[in-house]
Nanobody
């Protein structure tokens, strides 16, 4: 079992920045690839970013590439999502998730067995 708790969401103006954190407890954090997903009102939950167990590789959705950065600190059992140049269309509930499956499928939400409760990010225009 892995328990995940997100924090760092809030209200920010377009062009601003936020840093989300996801603290993990339970089984060995470094055993999991970690991902961030988001769900905007009326839309499906979509992939945002993922990072390998060691932190050596990352993946991003095209919509956030160059603006968002995922990182992790295995000593602190925490994964981060630095979000810069935020846009109103980034408004969503953001979730972190953990998967023990292969890196090849990390963009698929169905591959993640553990989820946090989500944190709201609202970007005003």
């Amino acid at each position: 079992q892995v328990q995940l708790v997100e924090s760092g969401g809030g209200l920010v103006q377009a062009g601003g920045s936020l840093r989300l954190s996801c603290a993990a407890s339970g089984r060995t954090f470094s055993s999991y690839h970690m991902g961030w997903f988001r769900r905007a009102p009326g839309k499906e939950r979509e992939f945002v970013a993922a990072i390998t167990r060691s932190g050596g590789s990352t993946a991003y959705a095209d919509s956030v590439k160059g603006r968002f950065t995922i990182s992790r600190d295995n000593a602190k059992n925490t994964v981060y999502l630095q979000m810069n140049t935020l846009k109103p269309e980034d408004t969503a509930v953001y979730y972190c998730a953990a998967t023990a499956t292969t890196w090849a499928v990390v963009r698929s939400r169905d591959q993640y067995g553990y989820w946090g409760q989500g944190t709201q990010v609202t970007v005003s225009s």
